[in-house]
């Protein structure tokens, strides 16, 4: 059985994407709370913090305009809207829980949203989705990636070295 949250997000996934499904096929009478409910009725013998999804997904649901403003840049072959609606949610599922969640290590959310690309996603979600949330993390914390140029010229200086 998933962890406690792990299910969660896959409950948070589920119910981001039904929405904005629901939203797209114009049906007006899609509720975010409603959605939420009947999901977390459906697992609820299974998950012990149902606050963690609530509160992830009502702020993902808020901040998803933000959130795809600040990923943009990071896959530029991909404008937003041509993003699969699954992977764009588990985007902004990732880059929220890395800017919003300190308590969870930056490895776990993204291994935690390459494994729900995995699940949910298509063939190459996973190293799409590992690759845009890996350079939002270096934006976001440049100062635990520093500057690997140097290292990489050093490796080549004294590759050259020995070639000589």
């Not at 948070?12 to 975010?32: C, H, K, M, P, W």
């Not at 929220?96 to 969640?101: D, G, K, T």
Request: hydrophobic letters at 40%; aromatic letters at 6%; a positive charge.
């Amino acid at each position: 059985m998933a962890s406690n949250r792990h299910l969660s997000r896959i409950i948070v996934l589920q119910t981001l994407y039904e929405f904005d499904f629901r939203g797209d096929a114009g049906d007006n009478s899609a509720d975010i709370d409603e959605i939420l409910n009947r999901n977390l009725e459906r697992y609820k013998s299974a998950v012990d913090d149902k606050k963690f999804a609530k509160n992830m997904t009502i702020s993902v649901h808020k901040l998803a305009s933000s959130l795809d403003e600040q990923l943009q840049p990071l896959a530029p072959d991909w404008p937003i809207a041509q993003i699969a609606r699954v992977d764009r949610v588990i985007l902004e599922i990732g880059a929220y829980e890395l800017q919003h969640h300190p308590d969870v290590p930056p490895k776990v959310v993204i291994n935690e949203a390459v494994e729900l690309a995995k699940s949910f996603g298509g063939e190459n979600s996973s190293k799409f989705i590992n690759g845009v949330l890996g350079s939002l993390l270096k934006q976001l914390k440049p100062e635990e990636f520093g500057d690997k140029s140097k290292i990489k010229k050093k490796k080549v200086a004294k590759k050259n070295k020995l070639a000589d």
